[in-house]
Each structure stands twice: as C-alpha cells, then as structure tokens.
C-alpha cells in the first residue's frame, strides 16, 4: 500500500518562506511522477506543481518563478520549495501520485498560512 506523509507547513509572513516534505513508502518512488496540491477553504482543489519520473516539472501559473518542486529517489521524498509566500498562497497542501492502475494517493495534507 502506498503510504504519503507530507510535513513542513506553517504560518508565516508575506514574502517568507517554507520548504514541504513528503515521504513516499509502498511503491518504486523512482518511477512515478508526483504532484503537490492543495485546496484553499471554499475552493477546489488545484494542482500546483508536478515533476515526472525523469523530472521534467511543471507548475501552476501563479506560483512560476516562487516555487520548486524537487524529488530525492534515493530517499523517496518530494519537496515544495516556497518562496515570497502570498497571503493567497494559504492553504492546505497535499502531497500526491498516480500509481497501482491509475489509483491515486494522498497525503493527509500540512497547513500553509500567509498572513502578516
């Protein structure tokens, strides 16, 4: 069974910054691409940023040039580098991947606040 822990949000001022975890266990991490998402109260959940298996990465328009997404396969973890946070940035972020048959797998979620 895939088994996703994301950690490392917070509450912090604009223009700071956090860097998420999330350590992936239960599937061959080096094969799958990942995603960081996250869901804002009243609103959808959005994709924010991805990177495939050879780590090629894509990001949400909004977040371009502030944040980086990054993977570790010797220890299977994935990273959110945040950078010049927002006070629209605030939300509960979520590590993910699509493995087993198109299944997907989610972390429990970790808390991001921006506010000054």
């Known amino acids: 069974q895939v088994h996703l822990v994301d950690s490392g949000g917070g509450l912090v001022q604009p223009g700071e910054s956090l860097r998420l975890s999330c350590a992936a266990s239960g599937l061959n991490f080096k094969l799958y691409a990942m995603n960081w998402f996250r869901q804002a109260p009243g609103k959808e959940r959005e994709l924010v940023a991805s990177?495939?298996?050879?780590?090629?990465?894509n990001y949400l328009d909004s977040v371009k040039g502030r944040f980086t997404i990054s993977r570790d396969n010797v220890w299977s973890k994935l990273y959110l580098q945040m950078n010049s946070l927002k006070p629209e940035d605030t939300a509960v972020y979520y590590c993910?991947?699509?493995?087993?048959?198109?299944?997907?797998?989610w972390g429990r979620g970790t808390q991001v606040t921006v506010s000054s």
């Open positions: 993910n991947t699509r493995a087993y048959g198109g299944r997907d797998f």
């Open positions: 990177i495939s298996a050879d780590g090629a990465t």
